[in-house]
C-alpha cells in the first residue's frame, strides 16, 4: 500500500500552518546555519550517527574493522564519503591549483598555495584578510568548500572550487548580496551547532569527552561514523558472543528509516520543505528529499530506498 501521498499532504498542511506560526514567533525560524546550507537536522541524529565515542565504548578505527570486514572497508576508503574531510594541506585540489583567484564586486579572494599550506586572503583594495586553509570539505569530484580561523574564530570561505570549470565562485547557500564589511566577505562564522553539526557530518570522533575535539577526528565519514563506536563489538565478538554484536546494523531499517537516517546529515523531506523556497536549486544535493518526490517512492517498500542504488561501502 502506498502511503507516500498522504503522508505529504498531511505534512503539507501542516506545514502551512506552522508557517502561520512562525510569522508571529521568530523562535520557530530557521537557524542562519540552515539558510547558508549547512546540515542543520530539524530533529537529533540518529544514534548510530555518533560524532564521538560514548562511555561505554570507543572508537577504534578502520584498521581494527578490517580484520573482520576487509573487503567492505577497502573499498569504502575509495568513496566520497570516506574523503568528505581532508585537512587543507593535504588536499590534492590544493595542492595542483597552487594559485587561485576571484573577484565579486568591491572584493577578490586568492588562494594561495605556500610549500605546505595554502593561503586563503580577501581584499576590498584598501585592506585584506589572510589565514591559512585549515580544512576541505567535499572530496573534489563536485567541489571543495574551506575553513579557516580569524580571530580565534571557525570561518566557512564564501568562495569555493567547482571542479567543472576548475575556479573559484561563490559558495553554495552564501547570500548573493553584497556583504556589509571584510570579514562578512571572507566567509560565515560557524556558530552554535556549526561546528559540530558541519563536521560530525564529514568526519568520524568529533566529539570527544570534553566537547568538540577537531585535533583528535578522522577525517572522513568511517565505518564508525553510521555504525557507532566498535570497541565494545570487537569484545564481544573475540568472546564468541555473536548474539551481542553491540554495534549498530543498519540493513534492517525500513525505506523511511533509511531516509530519516542519512537525511540526518543529507536533509529529509520534512527539514527540506522548512526551507525558504524549499531550497532552491540547492536542494539538488539532498538526496532523501529527492527520494521522496520519486513517483515510485512508497515507505513500506524497500525496493527504492537509498540504499537501493547506492551502496554506502562502495
Known sequence: MNHAGDIKSFVKIALVVCAVAAFWSPQLLLSQGAKHGQSQPSEPKPEAVSSGATSSSRFVGDAACAKCHADKVASHKETGMARALTRAAESPILRSNTELSFASGAYTYKIVRRKERSLYSVSD???TIEAPLLWAFGHGEMGQTYVF????????????????????????????????????????????????????????????????????????????????????????MGAGNPKEKNITGLSGLSTEEQSNFCGACHRTWDQVMLLPGRGGIDNVRFQPYRLTNSRCYDTEDRRISCTSCHDPHE
Do not use: W
Not at 571584510?182 to 551547532?193: C, F, S
Open 125 to 127: 583594495g584598501a585592506k
Open 149 to 236: 580561523e580569524h580571530q580565534g574564530k571557525l570561518y566557512e570561505t564564501r568562495v569555493s572550487f567547482y571542479s567543472a570549470i576548475k575556479k573559484l565562485d561563490i559558495t553554495l547557500g552564501a547570500p548573493r548580496t553584497a556583504p556589509a564589511s571584510l570579514v562578512e566577505a571572507a566567509g560565515r562564522e560557524m556558530k552554535g551547532d556549526d561546528i559540530k553539526d558541519c563536521f560530525g557530518c564529514h568526519a568520524t570522533n568529533v566529539v570527544g569527552d570534553k566537547g568538540v575535539d577537531l585535533e583528535k577526528l578522522t577525517p572522513g565519514v568511517r565505518c564508525e561514523a553510521c555504525h557507532g563506536a566498535g570497541e565494545k563489538h570487537i569484545a564481544v
